[in-house]
């Protein structure tokens, strides 16, 4: 009785383990039609081949900057493919040297039309981010205003 009493406490232990496996998608709430949209979380995580790496940048602005959904299927999950979105932003980047692009990444740092920004570059792919140059500047020119 034991054994058996054991045996089905082990069984039901190994079902829970495999019924509650970690999933890599979210579910957001979001302002479209369809209701609930699976997407994408995303934060930056570099690789530790990245520590020391130095990588290219340009300086530049956004001039023009919207909401955008983006799509693709998802094949791998049970029971077919299912169609996944996510916001992201569209931007129009002019850079300080060179001709007007657009360019589509999750704005993960709330960019805006009218904000500077560094494109770096790695890969043959570009991410943005905010420039803070101009901050450090004006910090810098209010703690030499304050030392005289």
Known sequence: MSQKLLLSFSMLVVLFQVSCGPTQLSIHD???VNGPVYG???DT???VDMLGQPRSFTRGGITSARDVQIEWEDSAKEGGERLIRSSATEFVVEPDVGEPFLFVQYNEEQLKAGERVLLLEE???IKIVRDRKDFFDKVATRKNANEE
């Open 30 to 32: 979001s302002n479209t």
């Open 123 to 125: 890969t043959g792919k």
């Open 45 to 47: 995580v570099y690789g």
């Open 40 to 42: 994408h979380e995303s």
